[in-house]
């Protein structure tokens, strides 16, 4: 008896960046919009800016990516301030992770990356409300090298998690944040912080880039080839 799902397992909408109704390219803001490949959202900050592309350049098997590069540089980032690549997924399809109770399950999120940075990384999930958090980290250990992540963790057990059609968790992967913003990592918390203390900040340095694709959230411990 299979112990996955044989179909149907990510969770995630357009996790190879195949669609961008709105369009291809853009320029980060101070806020949080959607520019690109659909289902993704970005954050700029008052002074780093970044552009936003879907690129063809992507991992073997896939097509795209959205790529971010970083054109006006935030060295010294406000302690409140957030710079992020983001999902949104509705609690409709979350449900059975049944989070905010004792059966939360365990889930794993991967994701093909790929920068012109090296070192640890972070990102994290959020409730609706900004108020349960669990900052991870992964390390990419090759510039400009695609590799693969694999984040396996069990669900938030308290605070509210909605099923509807209203957010249902978020997922973000930090350009980078403030100091006030920042956690350790592979814990939940009562707080919105989703970035690890000492993460590569992306925005930081000019030029930079970042690329992401193949994203999936799936139930289980183990992550199984992405389904496209």
Known sequence: VPTTQMSHRNMIINGAMNVAQRGTS????NSTSYYTVDRFNFRGGVTGVYTIEQSTDAPAN????TKITVTTPDTSIPSTSRYWVSTYLEGNDISHLNLGTSDAQQFTLSFYVKSSLTGTFSGGFTNNDWNRAYAFEYNISSANTWERKEITLTGDTSGTWLTTSSIGIRIMWS??????RD???GAWTANGNVAVIDA????ATNAATFQITGVQLELGSNATPFEH
């Open 62 to 65: 896939f097509k795209n990516s």
């Open 175 to 180: 350009l980078g944040w403030g100091v006030d």
């Open 183 to 185: 956690q350790s990592a």
């Open 200 to 203: 590569v900040q992306v925005i």
């Open 26 to 29: 853009d320029t980060s803001e």
